[in-house]
Structures are given as structure tokens and as C-alpha cells.
């Protein structure tokens, strides 16, 4: 089976830990999305700068595109030598669901809201990736999954309606 897998900035590790888990014996192939890493602080100080918030021009585009394959080799280490790596150049959630039109199966991450079950779970990117991939999509938590008692309960209107088509009278 071929199967890629979305190695993100911040989620990669349970990436692998599914990989290692699930398909040991599968042709795997790790996606970096370059764009991804433009908002991604760099090194130790990144953090102290902030994020920033624009698009990726031409002198920032090598330095993204060294963050990407610094962690796709960082992945890469932990799997072995028999895994591919690319760096994606383009809209983080357009290339990642080209590169999955030639897989059987795509391994990715949740990167939204880690406190709780439900659709914030999904950041913007994840969420087109899952709703436009061409094949079977693995999700995975990066870290413990919330319990259920993190859904929100239905709103109260919703335990009084009558389902329809029905009438007491």
C-alpha cells in the first residue's frame, strides 16, 4: 500500500508513532507543506518573536523550505532509510490533497483545539484536506485524546422538539 503521510510543524510525532504503529510494511512517502512552516517560529528565538502573520515571499521561501526539511528528516530518522521525503511548494491544503491523489492512504494529524472533542480539533488546512482527499485518510491525535465528556450538550431547544411528522394530538 502506498501511503503518504503530512508531516506538520507541530503535530509530526504522533504522525510517526502511527506510521511505526500501522504501516511498518507499507511504502511510505513524507509531505511537508513549505507553506505550513512560514507562520512556524524558527529556532530558539522564534518564539520570543511571535508568529508572523504574512504571506511567504522570495527571501523567506529558502528558509521555509530548509524548516520543512529539517523536520521531514527529522521523521524521516525514526522511520529508517526506506521512506521518501518531498517539500510541497504551494497552498498548504491544495498540495497536500494533490500529493494524496497518488496514495492509497493518507496518515495526518489533528492541529486545531487539543482540549476538547469536536470540529475544532481541525485547523482550516486539515479540514480541507480531510473533506477533498482522494483516498482513505488516517487521523490521529497528536497526544492524548480529550475524553467524551469534552462534547458540548445539544442545545435545550433541541430535547423539546418532536421529531417531524409526528403530532400528540
Do not use: N
Not at 511548494?89 to 496514495?103: K, L, N, Q
Request: hydrophobic share 40%.
Amino acid at each position: 500500500m502506498r501511503v503518504l503521510a503530512w508531516i506538520a510543524p507541530a503535530t509530526w510525532p504522533a504522525v510517526v508513532d502511527a506510521l511505526l504503529d500501522h504501516h511498518g510494511d507499507d511504502e511510505i512517502t513524507l509531505v511537508a507543506a513549505a507553506d505550513a512552516y512560514a507562520d512556524f517560529p524558527a529556532g530558539r528565538l522564534g518564539g520570543l518573536l511571535g508568529r508572523r502573520h504574512r504571506d511567504v515571499d522570495a527571501q523567506d521561501s529558502g528558509l521555509v523550505q530548509e524548516m520543512a526539511r529539517d523536520v521531514l528528516a527529522q521523521a524521516a530518522g525514526k522511520l529508517g532509510d526506506d521512506v521518501g521525503t518531498t517539500v510541497l511548494i504551494g497552498p498548504t491544503e491544495r498540495v497536500i490533497t494533490e500529493a494524496a491523489a497518488d496514495a492509497d492512504h493518507l496518515v495526518m494529524a489533528r492541529d486545531g483545539d487539543r482540549s476538547r472533542l469536536g470540529p475544532p480539533s481541525l485547523g482550516a488546512h486539515t479540514r480541507f484536506v480531510i473533506d477533498h482527499a482522494p483516498c482513505t485518510v488516517e487521523l490521529v491525535w497528536p497526544g492524548q485524546a480529550p475524553g467524551l465528556s469534552t462534547i458540548p450538550p445539544p442545545p435545550d431547544d433541541a430535547r423539546q422538539r418532536q421529531p417531524r411528522g409526528r403530532s400528540d394530538a
